[in-house]
């Protein structure tokens, strides 16, 4: 295996043995197969839109789903895998086919077809993968437009489940995922990470938008962090449909329903936060999952992405249930949706009825509900803090959280700013700080959270807004600077994003992307100024003073 889509690659190279994230190389191997197959789909997308024979959202659909199980932490069922590959194979078949004698010879590749039965998954996958491309800075060119359309692919998807869709989020996805498998010059890569950039603005702000005309617009709110006394059931990841549809098939059965890690921002939603069983959030970022999982005592739905292997001195293993793109050996998985029907959780809700009610791990409450909406009716309020004085410096500390030690950068970060700097943040990251005592200025919260890693959407969208009221020429001139953690593909999407819109001078840690070569990294700190984070202190005294 060689896998080095993730902040904790092993050795900050790539994992070569074993994933540091606990996958194993038969997995990695069938996430890589799924790839190449996606890649293939998208092939054959692209030249069919240009013969007449358009099936591009049809592939955008399959694909976006098919990328979203290789996203680290997503898929750990080998046989789910499987699954997927025979799928995209058989699509591919049938796409095949649609061509008849249409088809250009030079997509006669047997490759780009192949029907290898089971058996021949394993040899096929070694031979697929990222060390495919042998030219470093040809794989780091591919491999970020690869990484961003994983994240690309998440976002579409849970847009998509909302019955939200978008045909060009589709096309572009092709057309990115069908440059890799081309023989493009230097400048025509750079170009296209820039276009993968550019559509992962479009499908966050889709996204956006079927999450808040579906549940309305984020709020202002208190989530409670204690627990009561009915059975509970734990609802990790980033699926707002599973866990309102969860809260329906729950209501008046005696049944609390509590938030973890990226979920936490379901809480702000008024559709979702009507639900008066819907009783807050329990423990904090997703690899704190073993101890959580484990003193929460009740069921847990795992509804994508941040799923971790269990350890063996758990007992949750029986209590654990998977859904959509999310799959683990050992996990009842909840299936998809049919004819537009509900998923059907009453085995989740009838193991929850034979747990005990969650162990306390903490009390309080953390106040978040910051999205776009609900800052720019504060507009006014924020505007003059900042004429005022009162007011020096907004922070973007949005991102991903992760198991690293020296992640207690964005910890020490956020206890050393100035009373008059305001955090912006968006995805797990905040868990480093957002249950700190950091104060407000003028009853303006020192942390604003937007709510998940999509999410950030609603940062640009408030510091473009800002721009506009201070009649500035680019976001780069307000009093804003970017400090990023990142660990998966998603956070890669919101990076690529923020390139896109011409953001410069991100802070990026704990680590650089080790899928970005010396080369590329060049290109990328000459054009947009990226650095590495570094001591706390320096940064915190650098990004005030504007560097």
Same mark, same amino acid.
């Given at each position: 295996?060689?896998?080095?889509?993730?902040q904790e690659?092993?050795?900050?190279t790539?994992?070569?043995?074993?994933?540091?994230?606990?996958?194993?190389?038969?997995?990695?191997?069938?996430?890589?197969?799924?790839?190449?197959?996606?890649?293939? +789909?998208?092939?054959?997308?692209? *030249?069919?839109?240009?013969?007449?024979?358009?099936?591009?959202e049809?592939?955008g659909? +399959?694909?976006? !789903?098919?990328?979203?199980?290789?996203?680290?932490?997503?898929?750990? %069922?080998?046989? @789910?895998l499987?699954?997927?590959?025979?799928?995209?194979?058989?699509?591919?078949?049938?796409?095949?086919?649609a061509?008849?004698?249409?088809?250009?010879?030079?997509?006669?590749d047997?490759a780009?077809?192949?029907?290898?039965?089971?058996?021949?998954?394993?040899?096929?996958a070694k031979?697929?993968g990222?060390?495919?491309t042998e030219?470093?800075?040809v794989?780091?060119?591919r491999?970020?437009v690869?990484?961003?359309?994983?994240?690309?692919s998440?976002y579409?998807?849970?847009?998509?489940?909302?019955g939200?869709?978008?045909?060009?989020?589709?096309?572009?996805?092709?057309q990115?995922?069908?440059s890799?498998t081309?023989?493009?010059?230097?400048?025509?890569?750079?170009?296209?990470v820039?276009?993968t950039?550019?559509? @992962?603005?479009?499908?966050?702000a889709?996204?956006?938008e @079927?999450n808040?005309?579906?549940?309305?617009h984020?709020?202002?709110?208190?989530?409670n962090?204690?627990v009561g006394t009915?059975?509970?059931?734990l609802?990790s990841? !980033?699926d707002?449909?599973?866990l309102?549809?969860?809260? /329906?098939?729950?209501?008046?059965?005696?049944?609390d329903?509590?938030?973890?890690s990226?979920m936490? #921002?379901?809480?702000?939603? #008024?559709?979702?936060?009507?639900?008066?069983?819907?009783?807050?959030?329990?423990?904090?970022?997703?690899?704190?999952q073993n101890q959580?999982?484990?003193?929460?005592?009740?069921?847990?739905l795992m509804?994508?992405?941040?799923?971790?292997?269990i350890?063996?001195?758990n007992?949750? @293993?029986?209590?654990?249930?998977?859904t959509?793109?999310?799959?683990?050996?050992?996990?009842v998985?909840?299936?998809?949706?049919?004819d537009?029907?509900? *998923?059907?959780?009453?085995?989740?809700?009838e193991?929850?009825?034979?747990?005990k009610?969650?162990?306390?791990?903490?009390t309080?409450k /953390?106040?978040?509900?910051?999205?776009?909406?609900?800052?720019?009716?504060?507009?006014?309020?924020?505007?003059?803090?900042?004429?005022?004085?009162?007011?020096?410096?907004?922070?973007?500390m949005a991102?991903?959280?992760?198991r690293?030690?020296?992640r207690?950068?964005?910890t020490?970060?956020?206890? *050393?700013? #100035? *009373?008059?700097?305001v955090i912006l943040?968006?995805?797990?990251?905040?868990?480093r700080?957002?249950?700190?005592d950091?104060?407000?200025?003028?009853?303006?919260?020192?942390?604003l959270?937007?709510?998940?890693?999509?999410?950030?959407?609603?940062?640009?969208?408030?510091?473009?807004?800002?721009?506009?009221?201070?009649?500035?020429?680019?976001?780069?001139?307000?009093?804003?600077?970017?400090?990023i953690?990142?660990y998966?593909?998603?956070?890669?999407?919101?990076?690529l994003?923020?390139l896109?819109?011409?953001i410069?001078?991100?802070?990026?840690?704990?680590?650089?992307?080790?899928?970005?070569?010396p080369?590329?990294?060049?290109?990328?700190?000459?054009?947009?100024?990226?650095?590495?984070?570094?001591? #706390? %202190?320096?940064?915190?005294?650098a990004?005030?003073?504007?560097?």
């Amino acid at each position: 295996m060689f896998c080095f889509q993730c902040q904790e690659t092993a050795k900050g190279t790539g994992c070569t043995v074993r994933g540091v994230c606990g996958k194993e190389e038969a997995t990695a191997n069938l996430q890589d197969l799924i790839i190449f197959h996606c890649k293939g +789909i998208c092939v054959l997308a692209k *030249k069919g839109k240009e013969l007449g024979i358009d099936r591009v959202e049809e592939a955008g659909r +399959i694909v976006t !789903h098919a990328l979203f199980t290789t996203i680290t932490n997503a898929n750990f %069922d080998d046989t @789910a895998l499987i699954g997927c590959v025979k799928q995209l194979q058989s699509f591919k078949t049938d796409f095949k086919a649609a061509f008849g004698d249409k088809l250009p010879e030079t997509l006669h590749d047997a490759a780009l077809y192949t029907n290898d039965d089971e058996s021949q998954f394993k040899e096929k996958a070694k031979t697929v993968g990222i060390l495919a491309t042998e030219n470093e800075d040809v794989r780091s060119l591919r491999e970020t437009v690869v990484f961003g359309c994983k994240g690309i692919s998440a976002y579409a998807h849970h847009a998509a489940m909302l019955g939200f869709e978008n045909k060009e989020v589709y096309d572009q996805l092709i057309q990115s995922m069908a440059s890799v498998t081309e023989d493009l010059s230097v400048d025509d890569m750079v170009a296209m990470v820039m276009k993968t950039g550019e559509n @992962a603005v479009a499908t966050m702000a889709l996204l956006d938008e @079927a999450n808040t005309t579906t549940y309305g617009h984020p709020e202002i709110s208190e989530v409670n962090l204690g627990v009561g006394t009915n059975p509970g059931i734990l609802v990790s990841g !980033h699926d707002l449909r599973d866990l309102h549809e969860l809260l /329906i098939q729950t209501e008046g059965k005696g049944i609390d329903i509590y938030t973890h890690s990226e979920m936490l #921002p379901a809480n702000y939603y #008024p559709k979702l936060k009507k639900f008066g069983h819907l009783k807050g959030n329990y423990g904090s970022s997703w690899w704190h999952q073993n101890q959580d999982f484990e003193t929460f005592n009740g069921a847990i739905l795992m509804t994508t992405n941040c799923v971790i292997p269990i350890k063996k001195n758990n007992s949750y @293993a029986d209590r654990l249930f998977t859904t959509g793109a999310v799959g683990y050996p050992e996990a009842v998985h909840i299936p998809d949706r049919k004819d537009g029907a509900a *998923k059907d959780f009453s085995a989740v809700i009838e193991k929850a009825k034979q747990c005990k009610p969650p162990e306390e791990i903490e009390t309080g409450k /953390i106040v978040g509900g910051f999205g776009h909406n609900q800052v720019l009716a504060l507009a006014d309020k924020v505007i003059e803090a900042v004429k005022s004085g009162a007011i020096k410096r907004f922070v973007v500390m949005a991102g991903c959280d992760g198991r690293m030690k020296n992640r207690s950068y964005f910890t020490e970060v956020a206890q *050393k700013l #100035p *009373k008059d700097a305001v955090i912006l943040t968006a995805g797990c990251a905040k868990y480093r700080y957002n249950k700190l005592d950091l104060g407000d200025i003028g009853g303006i919260p020192r942390v604003l959270d937007a709510g998940q890693c999509n999410d950030s959407y609603s940062l640009a969208v408030i510091a473009m807004k800002l721009r506009d009221a201070f009649g500035l020429e680019h976001i780069n001139d307000l009093p804003l600077s970017f400090d990023i953690g990142w660990y998966e593909q998603k956070a890669a999407a919101v990076l690529l994003a923020l390139l896109s819109l011409g953001i410069k001078g991100i802070r990026l840690g704990p680590t650089l992307p080790a899928f970005i070569s010396p080369a590329v990294l060049n290109v990328l700190v000459e054009k947009f100024d990226i650095k590495q984070t570094g001591d #706390p %202190d320096e940064d915190v005294a650098a990004m005030m003073a504007g560097n």
